[in-house]
């Protein structure tokens, strides 16, 4: 669509979504909301409406900014939009630099076909095939790697940590094997997360830890049921680009190559071996553990083509009042994945609730900020990243590069596809238990006559796969909550019909755009839940801390020791 067609369109919609209950629902939240304490106590609904948080979503969500992918005109246009909307509500620019954006460099690394996975113990060879057995890339920005008759090792669950006094690797040195672990955590009750995955169990972790061991390559092994996922997501575009950060090395400090296999894979590795792949997986179960050689010798060669770009995360900022050297951040992504020429018919990928609605918010909770005459007693950063389609790319860069030091920052706040579907009693934790910001919640959800529940799926590690926990990593108490389930005025169950058709029909396809029958009025009572949960933050002098269990809490007691 054109801009000239978008005023009209933003006028129809929001006349359908926001002209009726939903305008009365928020109207009346703003009236029966006590206020908070502070200096950024204010008339919320004089910042936060659906009519304001619809338009800026149907914006960034039309035609017209082209699918929003990094790199391209549509990221242009993004970035001016966002940096537009910020210095009109009086905002400054929150690069110290005294810009807008913070640059994040990108390497985009597609694989093209090769001759294989080749494996050989003795007289036994095989070549596995990519998609079918196996999928594998490289993050090393070059032209060619190569892995040459490296052995295959049996690693458990892969994890070393010692918060849980367990280790899967004890003092074996594995430099130039190839690693074979389980995807998850060890299914055990009394440790790690019981049933909710930490961040030892994920893939991405299994190959980070590969890396400082020296390993030549990481493979993690598929199974549907500890991965939440078909082995299609993984292994259905063996060639497809992909994106990375360039580090100073090119990122050859990673392993040669990594992927995964199918579990059907393991098995035949497993039988080369002489072996039994369930036994084995019974053993990793045990804090006795020890990786197990198989004898079994693997070569894999990956040719790629390179392109470099030059992507941007948006920063703005409200200097603080009394400790502007305290940030607390607001974060949302706001790329998408851009145009498929490929396809028939419609070819953009809009991302209206995935992530224009989340960005949108920023925008929302901004407005609500700059209300009262005086800013928060501390500051107020607002970072709208690039790149997390791509794996939280630049989130990850600032959490590497922070603008702000770790240190000084009280919490990270992210916001990630918001509520379409109506007002609810509550929302949803993910990670819940992970820190002191449990607490701010709480207070925050009380205050506005609410209730909190905790991620009904917490195995599939939704905590580990948004923009949060690049900040996490960071040692940054960070803090995601998804739309509640108990609709008001609607049938139980109606929240997790939504989300399943919307996971079905709308996730990562072409399809996710601005609907007619949509209903902020709970997008607006969730982001007011940021904003008074933010006030709290900025206006108070606490800081709140990871919990004893949590994998990032060493990290800010470094930063910050008692």
Request: glycine share 10%; aromatic share 10%.
């Amino acid at each position: 669509m054109t801009r000239s067609a978008l005023p009209l369109l933003v006028w129809c919609v929001a006349a359908v979504a926001c002209g009726g209950a939903a305008d009365r629902e928020a109207d009346a939240l703003h009236e029966s909301a006590p206020p908070a304490d502070g200096a950024a106590t204010a008339d919320i609904a004089a910042g936060i409406s659906a009519a304001t948080l619809l338009e800026a979503t149907a914006m960034l969500a039309s035609d017209e900014f082209e699918g929003r992918a990094p790199g391209s005109d549509g990221e242009t246009k993004t970035v001016e939009y966002l940096t537009e909307q910020f210095a009109a509500l009086g905002l400054t620019p929150g690069n110290p630099d005294g810009t807008w954006v913070q640059s994040v460099p990108l390497v985009g690394i597609t694989p093209l076909p090769g001759d294989g996975l080749f494996v050989t113990r003795d007289s036994d060879a095989r070549t596995f095939e990519p998609a079918a057995d196996y999928v594998a890339w490289t993050k090393h920005v070059v032209d060619e790697v190569a892995v040459e008759d490296a052995e295959f090792v049996f690693v458990g669950y892969g994890a070393r940590a010692p918060e849980y006094d367990w280790d899967d690797y004890g003092d074996v040195d594995l430099s130039g094997k190839i690693l074979l672990s389980l995807v998850n955590d060890p299914p055990l009750d009394d440790i790690f997360g019981g049933p909710a995955m930490t961040y030892y169990g994920r893939w991405t972790y299994k190959h980070e830890i590969a890396a400082e061991l020296g390993a030549a390559g990481s493979l993690v092994i598929h199974e549907p049921g500890p991965a939440g996922y078909p082995w299609e997501v993984v292994g259905s575009t063996p060639y497809a680009e992909s994106f990375d950060l360039v580090a100073a090395d090119d990122n050859l400090s990673r392993a040669t190559f990594e992927g995964w296999v199918q579990r059907a894979t393991a098995e035949r590795l497993f039988r080369m071996a002489g072996r039994d792949f369930e036994a084995a997986k019974q053993q990793a179960a045990d804090r006795a553990f020890e990786p197990i050689p198989l004898g079994v010798i693997g070569s894999l060669r990956i040719r790629n083509e390179l392109r470099r770009i030059e992507s941007q995360n948006v920063v703005a900022k409200i200097e603080g009042s009394a400790a502007p050297d305290e940030v607390v951040m607001y974060v949302a992504h706001w790329d998408h994945m851009g145009v498929d020429a490929s396809l028939d018919g419609d070819q953009i990928f809009n991302g209206a609730a995935d992530n224009a609605t989340g960005t949108a918010g920023l925008i929302e909770i901004a407005r609500a900020f700059m209300a009262p005459p005086e800013p928060p007693r501390r500051s107020i950063l607002f970072l709208a990243v690039t790149a997390e389609e791509q794996g939280l790319l630049g989130s990850r860069h600032y959490g590497e590069n922070p603008l702000y030091p770790a240190a000084q920052t009280v919490a990270a706040l992210n916001m990630d596809v918001l509520n379409q579907w109506g007002r609810t009693r509550d929302l949803t934790i993910v990670g819940m238990g992970q820190s002191g910001l449990d607490a701010v919640a709480a207070e925050t959800a009380a205050e506005l006559g609410r209730t909190l529940a905790p991620d009904p799926e917490p195995e599939k590690g939704f905590y580990y796969r948004s923009d949060h926990f690049s900040f996490a990593k960071a040692g940054i108490p960070a803090f995601y909550a998804d739309p509640g389930v108990e609709y008001l005025d609607k049938p139980p169950g109606y929240g997790i019909e939504k989300r399943a058709e919307y996971t079905a029909n709308d996730y990562h396809a072409v399809s996710d755009e601005v609907k007619p029958d949509w209903d902020l009025s709970g997008a607006v009572e969730d982001l007011t839940f940021m904003y008074r949960m933010g006030v709290r933050l900025a206006d108070g002098g606490d800081w709140p801390a990871w919990s004893e269990t949590s994998e990032f809490r060493a990290v800010r007691e470094e930063q910050r020791p008692q």
